[in-house]
């Protein structure tokens, strides 16, 4: 089992930075490709950003490109949501997901462990 828990999430203004932690135990994260979703008031939860195991590739949807980078360090077991030039259509809350597939990363049921979230809230 891994439990996941997210934290870094708050208010900031539109243009500003955030970096969003997910700090996991029971296992080492090295195992796991991590992913990070969110979901929008009223709307369904997407995809944002995952990171491979091992290979370390990483992946984007087209909307935080060029604006979000997402890392790990497994010495500290945590993985990071850097979130630049925020608008408030990243207004969210922000879940951190773990998975030992090779399935595709943009998909949640690939994912078989979610953190509870962080609000991201992103004012004009």
């Known amino acids: 089992q891994v439990q996941l828990v997210e934290s870094g999430g708050g208010l900031v203004q539109a243009g500003g930075s955030l970096r969003l932690s997910c700090t996991a135990s029971?296992?080492?994260?090295?195992?796991?490709?991590m992913g990070w979703f969110r979901q929008a008031p009223g709307k369904e939860r997407e995809f944002v950003a995952a990171?491979?195991?091992?290979?370390?590739?990483?992946y984007y949807t087209d909307s935080v490109k060029g604006r979000f980078t997402i890392s790990r360090d497994n010495a500290k077991n945590t993985v990071y949501l850097q979130m630049n030039t925020l608008t408030p259509e990243d207004t969210a809350v922000y879940y951190c997901?773990?998975?030992?597939?090779?399935?595709?990363?943009?998909?949640?049921?690939?994912?078989?462990?979610w953190g509870q979230g962080t609000q991201v809230t992103v004012s004009s």
């Open positions: 997901a773990a998975t030992e597939s090779l399935r595709s990363v943009f998909v949640q049921r690939t994912y078989d462990y």
């Open positions: 990171i491979r195991r091992f290979v370390e590739s990483t």
């Open positions: 029971g296992r080492t994260i090295s195992a796991f490709t």
